[in-house]
C-alpha cells in the first residue's frame, strides 16, 4: 500500500531584493487533510504558495512532495486566446478524441489521448459537481465571470489528479450555492490541500491552521474557532508578559537615577574632605571613588538595557489591535435628500432591469448568484458603462471601489494618490487622517504599487473617503476581496465613520451582518426581491 502524501518544507528562506526576510526559515510537515493558511495583509501567503508550487524559487531551503502540485491563484486570469477546454486543460485531448472518432488513424492522435478515454466524461461530471454543467468546452475563457473562471480553473487542476492542492483565496468572487460546491469538492479531495482564505465558512472546516507572521510560520491544530481561542490565550499571556516587563524598565530607571542621585551627594562629601587633606590622598581617593561609581553605574545601566530589550521583545509578542478610528462629517447627508435613482436601468451583462431609489444616508445591499449583472449594474450607475435600457442618475457626490481596483500609478506614493484625489486640503491634516487610517510615519511615502492587496484596498478606501468634495455616497464591489481579518475589520470601522449612503455589492454574509444595512436586493434571473437589512443574502 503506498505511503500518504505529505508535503516537507525545510528551512525555507525568501528575500526581497533589499535583503529583508519575506519568509524566514520556515520548517514544516503537513499530511492529507485540509490546511488553512492566514496572516495579516502583506505577511507572504501568496508568496509562500507560490514557492511551494514552484513558480517561485526560495532564496534558500526546499520544498519536497511526491507527485504534483496544482495551484489556483487568486484572481485566476484567463487568456484572450483559451476557450474553456483549453481553460481546463484538455483542448488537445478533447480534439483528438473528436477526430479517432471520426475514423482518424493518425498515431498523433493517439498519442495526444493516452490514457484519457474517459475525459469528456469526467469533465462533464466535475463541471456539474461545480454547478457549470451547461459550460460549452468551445466557449471563449474571457466571457466567464468571476465565478466561473475561479471554478473552472479548480475543475481543470482537479482533472490532473494532483497530490497536493494550494488555493489563494478562492471563495472571493463567489456567490453562496457556488461556495457551497466548493466546499463539497473540496472536502472529497483526497490529498494535501492548503487554502489561504478570510473565508470563516471555509476555514471552520479545516483540520489544521498555519498563521503567517513577522516571517514565521505557526501551526494550530483544529479549525479556525480553536485557532482563534489559542490566539486569545496567547495574546493575554503576551500583554501580561509586556506590562511586567514595562514595570521592570520604570523600577531599573528608578534604580539608576537613585544611583546618580546617591552618587552626586557623596562627590560633595568627597570634594568636602578633599580640602583638609593632602593634594596625593585625596587624589587617590577621589580616583577610587570615581572608579566605583563608574562600575554601579554601568551595572545600573546594563541592567535597564537588559530589562529594555526584554520588554521589546515581550512587545513584539502583543498582536496589533490597531483600529481606524475617524470622523467624516462632511459625508453627512439629510434624511430626505434624493441620492440615487435608477428607473428600469439595465445593463448589457445584466438579467433583469433595477428600479432604485436611495435617500438620506440609507445602507443598501445588491445580492445574488454569479452572473446576474451585480457589477455592470454598479458601473452603469458610476458612469462607467453604458446602459441598454433605462436610466440611473447618481445626485450627490460619490466614489466607487470597483471589484479588482488597480492603482492607476503605481510609483505613486499613498500620500501623494490622496493628496490628488483632495488637492487642496492641508498636507498635515492629510497625513493627519491617514494615519487614523494606519498608515503611520514613514509609511504614508510608500509607493501604492509595493502594498500587498489588502494595503492597496485600505489606501484606496482612503483616498475615496477622504476626497474633496466628500462622498456622500459610497459605492463598493466585493470591498473585502484580498482582505484579511483585521483589513475586514478596519474596513467596517471605516464606513461605520461614514454618515452618507451605501451601495454595496458583496457574498460576504459576516461582513454584511456588521455593516447594519437598511436593505438588501436580491437579484436573480426572474426577478428583483427586496428584503429587510437583516435577511441573510444568498
Given at each position: 500500500m503506498p505511503s500518504p502524501t505529505t508535503l516537507g518544507v525545510t528551512d525555507l528562506t525568501v528575500r526581497r531584493p533589499d535583503g529583508v526576510p519575506i519568509l524566514d526559515g520556515l520548517t514544516f510537515t503537513l499530511g492529507p487533510g485540509r490546511h488553512g493558511l492566514v496572516g495579516d495583509n502583506g505577511a507572504g501567503k501568496s508568496t509562500l504558495l507560490a514557492v511551494l508550487a514552484g513558480?517561485?524559487?526560495?532564496?534558500?531551503?526546499?520544498?519536497?512532495?511526491?507527485?504534483?502540485?496544482?495551484?489556483?491563484?487568486?484572481?485566476?486570469?484567463?487568456?484572450?486566446?483559451?476557450?474553456?477546454?483549453?481553460?481546463?486543460?484538455?483542448?488537445?485531448?478533447?480534439?483528438?478524441?473528436?477526430?479517432?472518432?471520426?475514423?482518424?488513424?493518425?498515431?498523433?492522435?493517439?498519442?495526444?489521448?493516452?490514457?484519457?478515454?474517459?475525459?469528456?466524461?469526467?469533465?462533464?461530471?466535475?463541471?456539474?459537481?461545480?454547478?457549470?454543467?451547461?459550460?460549452?468546452?468551445?466557449?471563449?475563457?474571457?466571457?466567464?465571470?468571476?465565478?466561473?473562471?475561479?471554478?473552472?480553473?479548480?475543475?481543470?487542476?482537479?482533472?490532473?489528479?494532483?497530490?497536493?492542492?494550494?488555493?489563494?483565496?478562492?471563495?472571493?468572487?463567489?456567490?453562496?450555492?457556488?461556495?457551497?460546491?466548493?466546499?463539497?469538492?473540496?472536502?472529497?479531495?483526497?490529498?494535501?490541500?492548503?487554502?489561504?482564505?478570510?473565508?470563516?465558512?471555509?476555514?471552520?472546516?479545516?483540520?489544521?491552521?498555519?498563521?503567517?507572521?513577522?516571517g514565521r510560520l505557526g501551526w494550530y491544530g483544529g479549525n479556525l474557532e480553536h485557532y482563534e481561542q489559542a490566539v486569545a490565550v496567547e495574546q493575554r499571556a503576551a500583554e501580561q508578559a509586556a506590562s511586567t516587563a514595562r514595570a521592570e524598565v520604570r523600577r531599573r530607571r528608578r534604580e539608576l537615577v537613585d544611583q546618580q542621585t546617591k552618587q552626586a551627594r557623596?562627590?560633595?562629601?568627597?570634594?568636602?574632605?578633599?580640602?583638609?587633606?593632602?593634594?596625593?590622598?585625596?587624589?587617590?581617593?577621589?580616583?577610587?571613588?570615581?572608579?566605583?561609581?563608574?562600575?554601579?553605574?554601568?551595572?545600573?545601566?546594563?541592567?535597564?538595557?537588559?530589562?529594555?530589550?526584554?520588554?521589546?521583545?515581550?512587545?513584539?509578542?502583543?498582536?496589533?489591535?490597531?483600529?481606524?478610528?475617524?470622523?467624516?462629517?462632511?459625508?453627512?447627508?439629510?434624511?430626505?435628500?434624493?441620492?440615487?435613482?435608477?428607473?428600469?436601468?439595465?445593463?448589457?451583462?445584466?438579467?433583469?432591469?433595477?428600479?432604485?431609489?436611495?435617500?438620506?444616508?440609507?445602507?443598501?445591499?445588491?445580492?445574488?448568484?454569479?452572473?446576474?449583472?451585480?457589477?455592470?449594474?454598479?458601473?452603469?450607475?458610476?458612469?462607467?458603462?453604458?446602459?441598454?435600457?433605462?436610466?440611473?442618475?447618481i445626485l450627490v457626490p460619490h466614489q466607487m471601489l470597483p471589484q479588482n481596483p488597480t492603482p492607476s500609478d503605481p510609483g505613486r506614493s499613498v500620500l501623494e494618490a490622496v493628496r490628488a484625489a483632495a488637492p487642496t486640503a492641508d498636507p498635515a491634516r492629510i497625513r493627519h487622517q491617514l494615519a487614523l487610517f494606519l498608515f503611520r510615519g514613514e509609511e504614508v511615502h510608500q509607493p501604492v504599487g509595493t502594498l500587498s492587496g489588502g494595503e492597496q484596498r485600505r489606501a484606496r478606501l482612503a483616498r475615496l473617503l477622504l476626497a474633496d468634495p466628500a462622498p456622500q455616497l459610497l459605492i463598493l464591489d466585493e470591498p473585502t476581496d484580498d482582505l484579511d481579518f483585521a483589513g475586514v475589520r478596519h474596513l467596517v470601522q471605516a464606513l461605520r465613520a461614514h454618515q452618507g449612503a451605501l451601495l454595496v455589492v458583496s457574498h460576504d454574509e459576516d461582513f454584511l451582518e456588521q455593516l447594519a444595512l437598511d436593505r438588501r436586493l436580491l437579484l436573480t434571473r426572474e426577478g428583483v426581491e427586496e428584503r429587510g437589512g437583516d435577511d441573510a443574502a444568498s
Open positions: 513558480k517561485l524559487a526560495p532564496s534558500s531551503g526546499g520544498v519536497h512532495v511526491a507527485g504534483e502540485t496544482g495551484l489556483l491563484p487568486q484572481d485566476p486570469a484567463a487568456d484572450p486566446r483559451l476557450t474553456v477546454a483549453g481553460l481546463l486543460g484538455v483542448e488537445q485531448t478533447v480534439t483528438a478524441l473528436a477526430a479517432i472518432e471520426r475514423g482518424s488513424v493518425r498515431p498523433a492522435d493517439f498519442d495526444a489521448v493516452g490514457d484519457d478515454w474517459d475525459v469528456a466524461e469526467r469533465v462533464e461530471a466535475m463541471l456539474d459537481r461545480v454547478g457549470l454543467a451547461d459550460l460549452a468546452l468551445d466557449r471563449p475563457a474571457t466571457s466567464l465571470s468571476g465565478g466561473e473562471l475561479v471554478l473552472t480553473s479548480l475543475v481543470g487542476l482537479l482533472l490532473r489528479r494532483p497530490s497536493v492542492l494550494l488555493l489563494d483565496e478562492p471563495t472571493n468572487t463567489l456567490d453562496a450555492r457556488a461556495r457551497q460546491r466548493l466546499v463539497a469538492v473540496l472536502d472529497e479531495f483526497p490529498g494535501v490541500l492548503v487554502v489561504v482564505s478570510h473565508d470563516r465558512g471555509l476555514l471552520a472546516r479545516v483540520d489544521s491552521v498555519g498563521e503567517l507572521r513577522g557623596r562627590d560633595r562629601r568627597g570634594r568636602g574632605r578633599a580640602e583638609n587633606q593632602a593634594p596625593i590622598i585625596a587624589h587617590a581617593e577621589k580616583r577610587r571613588a570615581q572608579e566605583t561609581a563608574g562600575r554601579l553605574t554601568a551595572v545600573h545601566r546594563d541592567r535597564l538595557e537588559e530589562a529594555r530589550q526584554f520588554a521589546g521583545e515581550a512587545e513584539r509578542r502583543v498582536r496589533d489591535g490597531a483600529e481606524i478610528r475617524i470622523d467624516l462629517p462632511d459625508t453627512r447627508v439629510p434624511a430626505r435628500r434624493e441620492v440615487l435613482r435608477a428607473e428600469g436601468l439595465a445593463s448589457a451583462h445584466g438579467a433583469v432591469p433595477l428600479d432604485l431609489m436611495l435617500r438620506g444616508p440609507e445602507r443598501v445591499a445588491l445580492t445574488g448568484p454569479n452572473g446576474v449583472g451585480k457589477t455592470s449594474l454598479l458601473r452603469c450607475l458610476a458612469g462607467e458603462e453604458r446602459p441598454v435600457g433605462g436610466t440611473g442618475e
